[in-house]
């Protein structure tokens, strides 16, 4: 599991070109938001480790994050195959998150 939101994104053709499962997170190392649901993403992430996370800085002028219209922050993006599967904004609980990992990780 990631830990910081990195400034440098890929590109949206890079993560369409995923292939399995993986969790796509817009957020920032400053957020309230996102440090908050940092050990709700931790409890549910166990299990899943095989699942690549790619952990981005969101913000103003940044591409990729609008190119999936995140609006607020933390945003966490369910991936198979480059595909958006489920989509969990600002989660209350690990339940969310667990659910979002079942979605893309069972067939």
């Known amino acids: 599991m990631e830990q ?11 993560i369409d070109a995923l292939s399995g499962p993986a969790l796509l997170e817009f957020g920032t190392n400053w957020c309230g938001y996102c440090r908050a649901a940092q050990p709700l993403l931790s409890e ?3 299990g899943h480790e095989p699942v690549k ?17 995140v609006k ?3 945003t966490m993006i369910f991936l ?24 893309i990780t069972t067939t």
């Open 44 to 46: 549910a992430f166990a």
């Open 53 to 69: 996370h790619i952990k981005v800085e969101d913000g103003p002028g940044r591409l990729l994050g609008r190119s999936f219209r």
């Open 4 to 14: 910081t939101y990195k400034p440098e994104a890929p590109t949206r053709a890079e």
């Open 72 to 74: 607020l922050w933390p």
């Open 80 to 103: 198979r195959d480059g595909k958006e599967v489920v989509r969990v904004v600002r989660p209350e609980d690990a339940d969310e998150l667990r659910e979002g990992f079942e979605k």
